[in-house]
């Protein structure tokens, strides 16, 4: 039996790097949609649109073209943006393009497409609320502020990049902020998602939990 699975939670707890393994795990396809958003924010950020410029968003995503490659690469309009649109300023930048309703349309639409059929892992914000609100397994992966800064910093650090601790607390909280309190599918646990405290637990924790709720729903795996 092959089912879809909605990964949602708050930005840094840990979303894709566990949906990666876990697709690796069932032979899934894995869809990342907050690179989806990122990619709305780092081609208006291109083009001069202003992120609360609702309107001309929504025109602009008619005409862009987001792939992924099975290797998780994000491609926007054939040029490769991966590590392009993962700077601070482009997350924030997500963050105020999602909070627009035609926005959301557009890539919840997409979205919907790409996971028709099923084998599919979605991980972002409003999976299990809005986009495949009839996934089998539903997973809400959280974790403190604090453990998702840290995970940030050592990720900075084994990339080389510069960083300011304050600041990425600070980031992380305000993204957070305007993620559950905007009004268009705000982040929330779906009342059939499985939450997962991830602060304390590795990697590989989480995968053993998400295993257990396969088995419990007889889904075969390696
Ligand atoms: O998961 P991420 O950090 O790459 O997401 C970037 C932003 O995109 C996030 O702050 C909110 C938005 N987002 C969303 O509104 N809905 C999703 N399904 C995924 C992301």
Redesign the pocket.
Known sequence: MRINIAI?GP??AG??TIAKKCAKLLGYSHL???????CV?YKAKKEGIDWNDEEKLAEMIKNMKIDFDKNGNVYLDHEDVSQK??TNDI??G??S???HLKV?EC??EL?QQIAKSKGYI??????GT??LKDAELKIYLVASASARAERRIKEYIEKGIDFDRDEIIKDIER?DY??MH?EH?P?KKAEDAIEIDSSDLTIDEVVSKIKNELDRLGVVYD
């Open positions: 949602d930005s840094a979303k894709s990342d949609t907050g690179a989806m958003y990122r924010a649109i993962r997350s924030m997500a963050s393009v999602s909070r959301r890539l919840v979205q979605l991980d972002g914000r409003d999976i809005v986009v993204r305007q993620d905007r599918s982040l």
